[in-house]
């Protein structure tokens, strides 16, 4: 084979195949393409070969070989849209096409048949067939086209599984499965692998988008679930382990990792708040117990006055009356007396109490008769009397 003209030449063909087309119409009686029946429109898998069957035959001849006075010229094209491409061309004896691109039989040949090898998706479209037969003198005789369909399938390709959400008892996920390339698209199937064996349909299968919704979890739902991809040339699988937990799931668990460590850092905030609180009540109550003055106090009982006024120690019992609730007191019963010591001595000194300085009792009234007091109700009560070195008498 050669390879194919540049775009000038295929221009040129191009315009040769269109000039030829309208000339057609008045040969058209001579020459004939033929396709087979039912296979004007063909389906192929992508990656294998296909042959466009199409041959021409001639009036008053037979079908076997052109005259010795025919030359033929054969052109193949795709036609994508607007775009119009050519793939083979015989002219002269000479082949040119491209890759994979070839006729089945040698020409000269009245079945101008074209074979396409390693089919992609690219290749499909239409093909379009020229046949040009001219005698020796170069004049045309007869030509004739045919178009055919060609569709090139692609099985899908191994489609991806996944699992979306957390697979916890009493939860729903979903399943879900595709393919990232067939033609045409493909459908999806589930199902859940032996021992606990199950095919799923809607509607909690999405044929479609290939999702299957799983709801409320339970235990025995735990598996392998197999999806499986397939269209009319075609499938593939794939597969993804279901296990059911039945603890907490992970962001359960951070949730409560992280609200006991919030409650730890509140309660520790509240126990160092509480301590300073107190000490700071604790510092004023020190500052003010610093700075007061010890209470005086007397170095005797309220009830028994000590009078010392100008130097002389004067022993004045005079105990509180103690009277019977129901009268006078009883016969017999003793009177206070009273004990004075007309000895001088020093003024007795009284104890320091918390460093506070002692305070000279004041004295107290004038003398009391023994009469008054027996009728105040006092109790005798002897005084012993104090000797100038200041030992009891």
Same mark, same amino acid.
């Given at each position: 084979?050669v ?9 040129l063909l191009r315009?040769?195949?269109l000039? *030829?087309?309208?000339?057609?119409s008045?040969?058209r009686a001579?020459l =004939?393409?033929?396709?087979?029946a039912g ?7 992508e ?11 001639l009036?008053?001849?037979?079908? $076997?070989?052109p ?7 054969v052109m ?8 119009l491409?050519q ?12 890759s ?9 040949s009245?079945?101008?048949? *074209?074979?396409l ?8 479209g ?8 001219q %005698?020796h ?5 007869s ?5 055919? =369909? ?5 099985? @899908?390709a191994?489609?991806?599984?996944r ?6 008892? &009493?939860?729903?996920?979903t *399943?879900?499965?595709?393919? @990232?390339?067939?033609k045409?698209?493909a459908?999806?199937?589930?199902e859940r692998a032996?021992?606990?064996a199950?095919v799923?349909f $809607?509607p ?10 799983l709801?409320?979890?339970?235990s025995? !739902? ?10 009319e040339?075609?499938s593939?699988?794939c597969n993804v ?9 992970p ?9 006991t460590l919030?409650g730890l850092?509140?309660? $520790? &905030? ?15 109550a020190? %500052? ?5 003055t010890?209470?005086?106090? *007397?170095p005797?009982p309220? &009830?028994?006055d ?12 005079s105990?509180?009356a103690l009277?019977h ?11 206070p007396?009273l ?8 003024s ?7 460093g506070?300085?002692?305070?000279p009792?004041s004295p107290s009234p ?6 008054t007091l027996?009728? !105040?109700?006092?109790? @005798?009560? !002897?005084?012993p ?9």
């Amino acid at each position: 084979m050669v390879s194919l003209p540049g775009r000038p030449a295929t221009s040129l063909l191009r315009l040769l195949f269109l000039g *030829l087309s309208t000339l057609a119409s008045s040969s058209r009686a001579q020459l =004939e393409l033929h396709v087979p029946a039912g296979l004007a429109k063909l389906k192929a898998v992508e990656g294998a070969e296909v042959v466009l069957p199409v041959w021409y035959t001639l009036r008053g001849q037979s079908p $076997a070989q052109p005259g010795p006075w025919e030359l033929l010229t054969v052109m193949w094209f795709l036609e994508q849209g607007q775009d119009l491409n050519q793939v083979l061309a015989y002219i002269s004896g000479a082949t040119s096409s491209k890759s994979g691109v070839s006729l089945v039989y040698s020409m000269p040949s009245q079945n101008v048949s *074209l074979r396409l090898q390693g089919l992609r998706e690219k290749d499909s479209g239409s093909y379009r067939c020229s046949v040009n037969v001219q %005698d020796h003198e170069g004049k045309n005789r007869s030509h004739g086209s045919k178009t055919l =369909e060609l569709s090139v399938l692609v099985p @899908p390709a191994p489609p991806s599984c996944r699992l979306l959400g957390v697979p916890r008892v &009493g939860t729903n996920v979903t *399943l879900s499965c595709q393919s @990232p390339r067939s033609k045409p698209a493909a459908q999806y199937q589930w199902e859940r692998a032996p021992p606990s064996a199950q095919v799923f349909f $809607a509607p909690v299968l999405d044929a479609i988008r290939g999702s299957l919704s799983l709801t409320n979890l339970s235990s025995p !739902m735990s598996g392998v679930y197999i999806c499986k991809a397939h269209n009319e040339v075609g499938s593939a699988q794939c597969n993804v382990t279901l296990e059911v937990s039945t603890g907490p799931g992970p962001a359960v668990v951070a949730g409560a990792v992280v609200g006991t460590l919030v409650g730890l850092g509140m309660l $520790a &905030g509240l126990v160092l708040l509480y301590h300073r609180r107190s000490k700071a009540l604790e510092e004023p109550a020190n %500052d003010i117990k610093e700075d007061a003055t010890a209470p005086r106090t *007397l170095p005797w009982p309220k &009830g028994s006055d000590t009078i010392s006024k100008n130097g002389t120690l004067s022993s004045v019992t005079s105990a509180r009356a103690l009277r019977h609730p129901q009268g006078p007191p009883r016969p017999g019963a003793l009177t206070p007396t009273l004990s004075l010591s007309s000895q001088v001595l020093p003024s007795p000194r009284l104890p320091r109490t918390d460093g506070a300085q002692p305070q000279p009792i004041s004295p107290s009234p004038g003398g009391v008769s023994s009469s008054t007091l027996s009728r !105040m109700g006092a109790v @005798p009560v !002897m005084v012993p009397a104090q000797s100038q070195a200041g030992s009891l008498v």
